[in-house]
């Protein structure tokens, strides 16, 4: 439904994608993931046509649409702001943006999204939450085949934000719309998406499920893109685990050092062989603990003067 050839974009003052080969199945939940910067939403408006590319083309539905602009893409976008139009209603907004404006469709769609009675409501008479769902529904409204997310829950606390990419998610899938993702939160990736795509300095890291990314990253980026964990440089190589890959009764002795509580789980920071890490382990300061670390992921090393402990 979506691919991406060799695409590149790069901008004056740095930044950009470098040759991004990416390819999204119809009806597939995908999110790209990476910090700030990395090239996610310069990725997501090369797909929309919001930006051209200097190399490489774009495929919607098998079709090449590298230089066609936005409006003759079929896609919506759901961006972070919302951009929202304050003088419109709810309703409004879908019925503007209908290719035939149906007042009974754009209803069910707010219905849909349980913003039936706010339906004639304006944009600051919304809460967060409420705009969010009609800059959604705005967006199917359109009869996108692809619709494209930029971070679209970042700015909603976090109860809402866990109820609505829920809500989301199901939606997509009962319509059988394909999706892109922009997040740079990596419990969001993996709660919405089929597959995920690591992107770090504007370059595709590697692409799969979030437990094949979670468990096996190719590169102590993509490791870290997934949330933090225990990195060490070891005789040349990075050694990484994350503290949940740790369990008792192994051959591996630590010291334990500190003992903390955090989101109710007891983390202890323990000094092993190899160095310091924190690792989920129920035990006390100054008592001496045998540990399994598996798996005991062995990965590229970093440019000089990155490396050392990341812990919680």
Known sequence: MVRLEAVSKRFPKGGGVQEVDLAVEEGEVFAL??????GKT????LVAGLLLPDAGHVYLAGRRVTHL???????GYVFQDQSLWPHMTALEHLLLVMPRPDRRRAMALLERLGMGEHAHKRPHELSGGQRQRVALARALAREPKVILMDEPY?????VLREELRREVRTLL???????LHVTHDPEEAMLLADRVGVVHGGRMLQVGTPQELYERPNSLEA???FGRGNVFLLDG?????RQEWVRPGGSLKGLVRERRILRGEVLCRVD??????WVRLDAWPGEEASLEISPLLRLPRRPEGEEGAVGE
Do not use: M, Y
Request: without cysteine.
């Open 33 to 38: 993931l990476g910090a700030s910067g990395s």
């Open 42 to 45: 310069t990725l997501l408006n």
């Open 69 to 75: 602009p936005p409006e003759r893409r079929g896609v």
């Open 154 to 158: 970042s700015a909603l606390d976090p």
């Open 173 to 179: 899938k009962d319509l059988g719309i394909t999706a």
């Open 223 to 225: 490791f870290l893109a």
């Open 237 to 241: 190589e990075v050694l990484a685990f």
């Open 272 to 277: 092993l062989p190899f160095g310091e890490a």
